[in-house]
Antibody
């Protein structure tokens, strides 16, 4: 079955960096793009970023453009979200999401990121 | 930036029909998707491509589209349907994905 496991979350200070990882299994990883979607405490869902199946195409939400980067290692079935210059309003649960049949049909359990001084 | 607009809350009694709307200028061009999120849980896709229902989703969930508005309809609402519902689509040129602000469905 499709599994997405996020890791790397934690508590950091504003202005610092953090890297999230998403380990995928149960599907042909090299054939699918991966998205990151986040949810701030008590708030709605916000799409963050997309990386295409081969890493050649990347898209970002305006709120993270220039601060976050996304990459993938197809030999490790893993996608990375590098988050730099973190702000308090980046505090959220970050979900790794894959489109297998349609948007967004498979979600990980999420990684908590807390940015606080 | 592109936005999808949903009502913050909808309330219905058990057995009645709940309708949740979502409006956005690009909806005539881009498909809409609907997600259910119960407290403390991960979102679940309940409608895709405006009106298609994934396997395992009860038939009481349906979707429709008309111009710049899409609607999620839950016919014969049950207590277990109480949750937050989010519409989702892409902007006109598919350069970013967008979620609506979410609608809290309360079953009275």
């Amino acid at each position: 079955q499709v599994q997405l496991v996020e890791s790397g979350g934690g508590v950091v200070q504003p202005g610092t960096s953090l890297r999230l990882s998403c380990l995928a299994s149960g599907f042909s990883f090299i054939d699918h793009g991966i998205h990151w979607i986040r949810q701030a405490p008590g708030k709605g869902l916000e799409w963050v970023a997309l990386i295409s199946y081969d890493g050649s195409h990347k898209l970002f939400a305006d709120s993270v453009k220039g601060r976050f980067t996304i990459s993938r290692d197809n030999s490790k079935n893993t996608v990375y979200l590098q988050m730099n210059s973190l702000r308090v309003d980046d505090t959220a649960i970050y979900y790794c999401v894959v489109v297998i049949t349609t948007k967004f049909d498979y979600w990980g359990q999420g990684a908590q990121v807390t940015v606080s001084s | 930036s592109y936005e999808l607009t949903q009502p913050p809350s909808v309330s219905v009694s058990p057995g009645q029909t709940a309708r949740i709307t979502c409006s956005g200028d690009a909806l005539p061009k881009q498909y809409a998707y609907w997600y259910q999120q119960r407290p403390g849980q991960t979102p679940v896709l309940v409608i895709y491509k405006d009106s298609e229902r994934p396997s395992g989703i009860p038939e009481r969930f349906s979707g429709s589209s008309s111009g710049t508005m899409v609607t999620l309809t839950i016919t014969g609402v049950q207590a277990e349907d109480e949750a937050d519902y989010y519409c989702q689509s892409a902007d006109y040129n598919a350069t970013c994905e967008v979620f609506g602000g979410g609608t809290k469905l309360t079953v009275l």
